[in-house]
């Protein structure tokens, strides 16, 4: 198959399903938190430190497999991957017969390293197959299947009729990516060539690489710190919004609902906020109001009658705060515009940036509900005020990156 070709579609529908299992693996305790704290005999904060580990691996690993693919060719890709695939989805049938909490967490974070072909090949594969021009339309969607994942932890997850039958559906879609990628996940015809031509272009360039430069950044932590934020937030209120809502008289079919609510608008929020910053040609305007607005929004809901003010603050804050991940990412491949360091050292910047992610993703969530236990009101106000120093951060300490702002500007110039 050629690169370009129709093909193309089904390699990505694959890695689509590959990252909407995990999330769905891992947030299917926070749709069902009362049969799981019950079972395990565990609280708020082993509730979501057990949604949350699957999303560790990729912080700790991505950069070894990353270079293990690399090395490879398409039957490395697809042999080696689905073996790995295979091997989680057995962790995962493992998982359904879990007797203590702590074997429950072990088996979550080894199936989440085996699933990380899903998560660290889309790029490389999404770059051989799509033409550049669509890499935005590719990763896009690919980038969307978290929000899925989540839809369909909170829509389905509570029809289960026990957390076993919950956990022997994570264990059959992971066969069935494991299946599907076996069949159809393999590099174009000529792949090695454009790898080569890849490698020759990097290896010009490779004099103004410097990891030192990267590290010394103050914006690149800067963006990290607002990329773990705004990737961990929606971790920790995902994790806890049953059990708040519940307490608060909600009942489960409604707060599960909300949770779906709350997935499909950040999804659609993601799209919007993007438009509305390439549009305006600014990014920080947009990330302070859509971080402190999220924030607010989300206190509201919790603070306000039960009902529809709930959901209408859901909503909000779904389409509010859905972008803020999104324009992290983006201004990561602009961050040379500040002169710190050159473009050659984006990928650097980039690997930085998700290990980081990843890492607060699990940290943020965890350390927050295991200080602040079960007091929701406590938590939406903790998330509040994290997502305002999100904001600020982002959207006043940090150099404007848009085609509007003065550093994109002075680059136009000088070209």
């Known amino acids: 198959m050629q690169r370009g070709s129709a093909f193309r579609w089904v390699v990505l529908f694959v890695l689509v399903l590959g990252s909407t299992a995990l999330t769905f693996s891992n947030l299917i305790f926070s749709s069902r938190p009362v049969d799981v704290m019950a079972q395990f005999g565990v609280e708020q904060a082993q509730l979501t430190a057990v949604s949350a580990i699957g999303f560790l691996p990729g912080a700790l690993f991505s950069i070894f ?24 989805a057995l962790f995962q049938t493992w998982r359904v017969f879990a007797g203590s909490y702590i074997e429950l967490l072990i088996i979550t974070f080894a199936a989440g390293t085996l699933f990380l072909p899903t998560q660290v090949l889309p790029a490389k594969l999404a770059e051989l197959w799509f033409e550049p021009r669509e890499m935005g339309i590719a990763m896009g ?30 264990a059959v879609l992971y066969f069935i990516v494991a299946v599907l990628w076996l069949l159809f996940v393999k ?7 454009i790898l080569k031509a890849e490698a020759a272009e990097v290896a010009e360039r490779a004099s103004g690489i410097s990891v030192a430069a990267v590290v010394k950044s103050k914006f690149m932590w800067l963006i990290m710190v607002c990329s773990g934020i705004a990737g961990s937030t929606p971790i920790l209120i995902n994790s806890c919004l049953l059990n708040a809502f519940l307490g608060r008289g909600l009942d489960p079919a409604s707060a599960a609902m909300l949770g779906v609510v709350f997935s499909v608008t950040s999804f659609i929020g993601g799209v919007l906020c993007g438009i509305v910053a390439s549009k305006l040609g ?25 009902g529809a003010p709930t959901f209408v603050c859901y909503i909000l804050a779904g389409l509010f705060f859905g972008g803020a991940l999104g324009l992290c990412m983006a201004r990561v491949g602009l961050l040379h515009l500040t002169g710190d360091f050159g473009p050659e050292n984006n990928g650097i910047a980039g690997g930085m940036n998700n290990t980081f992610m990843g890492i607060f993703s699990f940290a943020l969530p965890t350390v927050a509900t295991a200080i602040l236990g079960g007091n929701y009101l406590h938590i939406y106000i903790f998330a509040l005020v994290v997502l305002v120093i999100c904001g600020v951060i982002g959207g006043i300490v940090f150099p404007e990156l848009g085609v509007k702002g003065k550093l994109a500007q002075q680059m136009h110039e000088n070209q």
Do not use: E
Not at 65 to 88: E, Y
Not at 158 to 164: D, E, K, M, R
Not at 282 to 306: D, K, M, Q, S, T
């Open 282 to 306: 600014r990014f920080n305007p947009v990330f302070l109001f859509i971080c402190v607005a999220g924030g607010v929004l989300f206190l509201a809901a919790y603070l306000l009658p039960v």
């Open 141 to 170: 969607l690919w980038g969307a299947a978290s929000c899925l994942g989540a839809t369909f932890a909170f829509l389905v997850g509570g029809l289960f009729p026990s957390l076993q039958a919950a956990l022997a559906a994570c």
């Open 65 to 88: 497999l990353g270079r293990f693919f690399d090395q490879g060719g398409s039957k490395r890709v697809r042999l080696a991957g689905a073996a790995l695939l295979i091997a989680g």
């Open 187 to 193: 590099l174009p015809d000529g792949a090695q060539d």
